[in-house]
């Protein structure tokens, strides 16, 4: 059996590992993972008006894309796995964390066009 003096090492021991887990745990507070991107994208006559842009996104920002198409459809985020349902002429904004690193295509599913590329990093 332990002594008096060996347990109270023992205890003391126990205490400090898990104060120092619950504070690497809790953390500042701050919520808030990163930026906030915004990605707008207009559908027209087939097109992407502007063009099919490249966006740089960072890892951990909030991506906040809004789609305004001139036909229904589904526009779909790969590798996030987020399909988004479009009606003619009323935007459509998701919001999403880029908690996955890498070349994101966004791409209508009925007529496949390419609407933007995210290059989360």
Do not use: K, N, W
């Amino acid at each position: 059996m332990p002594s008096s003096s060996s347990r109270a090492v023992l205890t003391a021991a126990i205490a400090v590992l898990l104060t120092l887990l619950l504070v690497s745990c809790s953390g500042s507070g701050d919520t808030s993972s990163g930026e906030v991107v915004t990605v707008e994208i207009e559908l027209r006559d087939g097109e992407v008006v502007g063009g099919t842009q490249r966006v740089e996104v960072g890892l951990d920002d909030e991506v906040e894309l809004t789609i305004t198409s001139d036909v229904d459809d589904e526009a779909h985020v790969h590798v996030y796995d987020i399909t988004i349902v479009l009606r003619a002429g009323e935007p459509v904004t998701t919001t999403f964390p880029a908690d996955i690193g890498g070349m994101i295509p966004v791409h209508l599913h009925h007529d496949g066009i390419m609407l933007v590329q995210l290059a989360v990093a």
